[in-house]
């Protein structure tokens, strides 16, 4: 699903601190029994999921490139005891802020696929979903 009508979004993503003049386009990713909305804005992106919690935001610039060996502890042992499929080399993280919310979103990729997991400040794994694209 994809909109760029800023009102087809659910009541309490309406109601998140976000500049409807600056809005572009949603798309929406379902992930077994989930969704993530996913906000385009004119400034950066901001991930929301169908239970209305802050995945990521990078608006207002207020992020930070994590490398893999930087990772907080709790991040590390998640990943250890449930690898990302091989195929899957490519790595890349941020820490946000978005308003009073911290975290980190963790991708892992490919040329056609992406593993996108978002963990809170203390390290617990609070989403996870797959992307896949066709081969260029």
Same mark, same amino acid.
């Given at each position: /699903?994809i !909109?760029?009508?800023?009102? #087809?979004?659910? !009541? ?6 976000? !500049?409807? #003049? %600056?809005?572009q386009s949603? $798309?929406?990713t379902e +992930?077994g029994?989930g969704a993530v909305?996913q906000?385009?804005?004119k400034?950066?992106?901001l991930?929301v !999921?169908d239970?209305l919690?802050v995945?990521?935001s #990078?608006? %207002? ?12 502890a709790?991040? $590390? +042992?998640?990943?250890?005891? *449930?690898?990302p499929p091989?195929a899957l080399s490519?790595? %890349?993280?941020?820490r946000?802020?978005?308003g #009073?919310?911290?975290g980190y979103?963790?991708?892992f990729? *490919?040329?056609?696929?992406?593993m996108h997991?978002? /963990?809170?400040?203390s ?6 979903y797959f992307t896949? %694209?066709?081969p260029v």
């Amino acid at each position: /699903f994809i !909109s760029t009508d800023f009102d #087809d979004l659910p !009541s309490d993503i309406l109601k998140l601190p976000v !500049s409807r #003049d %600056s809005f572009q386009s949603v $798309t929406v990713t379902e +992930e077994g029994n989930g969704a993530v909305f996913q906000l385009q804005f004119k400034d950066g992106i901001l991930e929301v !999921s169908d239970k209305l919690g802050v995945l990521y935001s #990078d608006l %207002s610039n207020n992020t930070t490139d994590i490398a893999r060996n930087d990772l907080p502890a709790q991040i $590390t +042992e998640w990943i250890a005891g *449930n690898p990302p499929p091989a195929a899957l080399s490519g790595f %890349s993280c941020r820490r946000f802020r978005f308003g #009073d919310q911290e975290g980190y979103r963790l991708i892992f990729q *490919n040329d056609t696929q992406k593993m996108h997991l978002f /963990f809170d400040i203390s390290g617990k794994l609070r989403y996870q979903y797959f992307t896949a %694209s066709a081969p260029v």
